[in-house]
């Protein structure tokens, strides 16, 4: 059976993962990407005649290889391996997932993408005019949610489809024409390294331009003082950086394209969360349910954890004070020495293990569901209708004199910046 590499490629929480495992199911491995320890996930599957192979790189932002996972990213899709790459996009944040796409198509890649989330754009009020987007990107695109295997076997035709053909993408971003001129003339510069590398010579020149560290190794002086020469005069003419001029191109096409392709309704479904948020964030209600949440969670803790206080406590009194005694005397330990392991040591322990019960019940229960209701900034939100940081100057803070692991807090800093339904 014949067999096809594709390359996952996309921002995170973009939804990746959740579509490498609804197409490869359980025929997956887990390795390391060479000379470094960050995880590589190939996945198979068949379609039609086909075994393809999925290779699911890290979520990166960009490609400018400033990480170990951008780095991965790109050597992997400048390696040629991968027969097309799909480029994940979440529809719900268009915008932001929009410069990743511009800088692989600008590699010049057999290339498609899959948009992701069509759910949770529409459910934001978002419409995307599919075709359009395909129009001005020059690649195919396939609507999907992923979710819910909606769009997952047009995804599938699309991929052998382009893959078979290696379809390259048809886009040219408006730049300036100082940098274009600038690009011809280092094509010629880096046009046989880029040929005996396979690399788009257009790209590279582009990234000789933007002080891209991992290209600036592979090209020669001549290329690298030459490029220096037309930055400078980029810069004389424009008065601005090269690299900021051409980031800049790159979003003020993007910002075009949103504007063109993606219009919100002015009616904006309300979410699961937008009416909890209605109802724990109200004036009038938001600290009666805060103080009884807390009063319910101390009651479920201490009540139901603490019927299983006498049991670890005995538990551990026979493992770490008992037992220890008996190890010890058997080996002629002199009375001193077993009462402080013993007594010591061990009754520490058996302490200890009494706080075991409340902490295992308030941990995995009560702490997921006061961050999916976002229940620590409801007393200074719905007391003052402000966001604000000083959150933590109120009842949470007071907790951590019981012992609350202070990271619980710091981890759910999106509910901090909830307000009135929305996230900053």
């Not at 359009?132 to 396939?142: A, D, N």
């Not at 009540?303 to 008992?322: E, H, K, T």
């Not at 008996?326 to 061990?346: C, E, R, V």
Request: charged content about 20%.
């Amino acid at each position: 059976m014949d067999r096809l590499k594709i390359g996952i490629v996309g921002n995170p929480n973009c939804g990746k993962t959740t579509l490498f495992n609804l197409l490869t199911g359980t025929k997956q491995r887990v390795g390391n990407w060479p000379g470094v320890t960050v995880d590589k996930k190939v996945g198979f599957f068949k379609h039609g005649p086909y075994e393809i192979e999925l290779v699911d790189t890290p979520g990166i932002y960009s490609i400018s290889a400033s990480s170990v996972d951008e780095k991965v990213a790109r050597d992997f899709v400048l390696s040629h391996e991968a027969d097309l790459i799909v480029n994940i996009v979440d529809a719900s944040n268009l915008e932001r997932n929009l410069y990743l796409t511009i800088q692989l198509i600008e590699m010049r890649i057999p290339f498609i993408i899959a948009l992701n989330m069509m759910d949770v754009a529409k459910a934001k009020g978002m419409e995307i005019n599919i075709e359009r987007l395909s129009k001005e990107l020059g690649c195919s695109i396939v609507p999907l949610v992923a979710s819910k295997g909606h769009g997952v076997n047009e995804l599938k035709d699309k991929i052998l489809k382009s893959a078979l053909e290696k379809t390259l993408p048809l886009f040219n971003l408006d730049i300036p024409n100082e940098i274009k001129d600038a690009i011809f003339e280092l094509r010629q510069y880096v046009g046989d390294l880029a040929l005996s590398k396979g690399i788009e010579p257009m790209w590279l020149a582009l990234k000789v331009l933007e002080d891209d560290p991992d290209v600036q190794a592979m090209v020669g002086e001549a290329t690298k003082k030459r490029a220096e020469e037309l930055k400078k005069r980029i810069e004389e003419k424009t008065g601005e950086d090269t690299d900021i001029l051409i980031a800049s191109a790159r979003y003020n096409f993007i910002s075009r394209l949103t504007k063109e392709a993606l219009t919100k309704t002015t009616q904006i479904k309300e979410t699961v969360s937008d009416r909890i948020d209605r109802i724990v964030l109200n004036r009038a209600l938001g600290i009666p349910i805060f103080l009884c949440t807390m009063y319910l969670m101390f009651l479920f803790t201490i009540n139901i954890g603490g019927a299983f206080i006498d049991f670890f406590d005995i538990l551990a009194g026979a493992i770490f004070v008992d037992g220890l005694k008996y190890m010890l005397s058997t080996i002629d330990t002199p009375l001193w020495l077993t009462t402080i392991i013993a007594d010591g040591i061990g009754g520490g322990i058996q302490t200890m293990a009494t706080f075991i019960p409340p902490y295992w019940f308030y941990v995995p229960f009560f702490c997921p569901f006061l961050k999916i209701l976002a229940i620590w900034p409801v007393p200074h939100l719905s007391w003052t209708g402000s966001c604000v940081l000083s959150d933590y100057l109120g009842m949470p803070l007071s907790l951590c004199s019981w012992d609350l692991d202070v990271m619980y807090l710091l981890s759910w800093q999106p509910a901090l910046f909830k307000h009135n339904g929305t996230e900053s």
